[in-house]
């Protein structure tokens, strides 16, 4: 649905996205994972139409933005971060007034208002001024005015931020049903938990550039083949050891008495192989744990250098 080749953005001197490469499938719920500073909302801009680029292509629903940036821009619907500045209008002239941007008006322009005031949740609120929503609510009605045209894409930025976990829950129920009812959907997003639980699919962005994409499922299988083991023995350390440093999936030890930190890359089978030969050699194991992967760790590993982020115990072979 969105294909940014190579695309290059920066604000003055300041090169923002680098050469930027990235597949949105049609159909997706894609998630955008990047610190502050990333690049995420230049990125969200230029996919909305908002923002030109300044070299690279990008294309939306197969139309190249550079070419034919109306009707690209047709194709989207877009929620900024904040709600902006609307005093003195009510949730349906709010609506009304973005109908009319996209030619709707009268009877059809009330008809689609009331149809997705109802999805929202904000029927009974049409009469309210808009600035005395909550936020949550103010987000919903800033996601009706993105759909107000129908758009295949609906592009949001941070569309969670601020929001507490009520509304966070029932904007995240709002996103699935819009998803499963055939809408692409790009968002951004640093609660990276929320992510997996939404997305079909994510990609990390860092200093302008896309470090890891995929299917959230692919991604998180790759992380918990990754995860460090943690072994405890009785005793027996040295004869660990040694099965520790032949062992083809363990990529480095570090010993602590009788605790192991091993960093390990393999399937829960050849984890349990590992453990098997252990019994078999009689080393009398207290523990042996995988730990958990989570989408931070997996983001870390991504953004942040490994030596920002590692710390390492001296190995201890005083028991060699
Ligand atoms: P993110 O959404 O990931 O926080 P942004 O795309 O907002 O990242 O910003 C990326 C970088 O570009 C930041 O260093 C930011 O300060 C800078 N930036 C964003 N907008 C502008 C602008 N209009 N003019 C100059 N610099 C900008």
Redesign the pocket.
């Known amino acids: 649905m969105l294909v940014f080749s190579d695309v290059r953005k920066s604000?003055?001197n300041?090169e923002?996205?680098k050469g930027l490469t990235l597949s949105v499938p049609r159909g997706s719920l894609f998630g955008l994972m990047?610190?502050?500073?990333?690049?995420?909302?230049?990125?969200?801009?230029i996919a909305a139409g908002l923002l030109a680029l300044d070299s690279g292509e990008l294309l939306v629903g197969g139309i190249d933005v550079r070419r034919d940036p109306a009707r690209a821009k047709r194709l989207i619907g877009f929620v900024p971060?904040g709600f902006g500045a609307y005093d003195n209008m009510s949730v349906a002239e709010y609506m009304s007034f973005f109908a009319s941007c996209f030619g709707l008006y009268g009877r059809s322009a009330r008809l689609r208002t009331e149809d997705l005031l109802q999805r929202v949740g904000l029927s009974a609120r049409q009469d309210s001024l808009v600035t005395e929503l909550s936020k949550g609510m103010q987000q919903r009605l800033s996601l009706a005015r993105a759909l107000i045209h129908d758009p295949e894409l609906l592009v949001l930025?941070?569309p969670t931020n601020g929001l507490d976990p009520g509304s966070r829950f029932s904007l995240r129920e709002l996103l699935g049903e819009l998803s499963e009812s055939g809408k692409t959907i790009l968002l951004?997003s640093h609660v990276l938990s929320e992510l997996s639980e939404i997305c079909t699919d994510i990609a990390v962005?860092d200093k302008?550039r896309v470090r890891a994409t995929g299917e959230v499922q692919e991604i998180l299988r790759q992380i918990a083949n990754s995860n460090p083991l943690r072994v405890a023995v009785l005793n027996g350390e040295k004869t660990a050891l040694r099965m520790f440093r032949t062992n083809p999936c363990v990529r480095a030890v570090m010993q602590e008495g009788k605790q192991f930190h091993l960093e390990f890359i393999g399937s829960p089978e050849d984890e349990a192989s590992l453990l098997q030969q252990l019994i078999d050699a009689e080393v009398p194991v207290k523990s042996f744990v995988r730990e958990p992967g989570t989408l931070e760790s997996f983001f870390l590993n991504m953004t942040v250098g490994r030596e920002e982020r590692i710390i390492v115990h001296d190995e201890d072979e005083s028991d060699m």
């Open positions: 604000y003055r300041l923002v996205l990047g610190q502050n500073g990333a690049g995420k909302t230049t990125l969200l801009r971060d930025d941070e951004s962005l302008g």
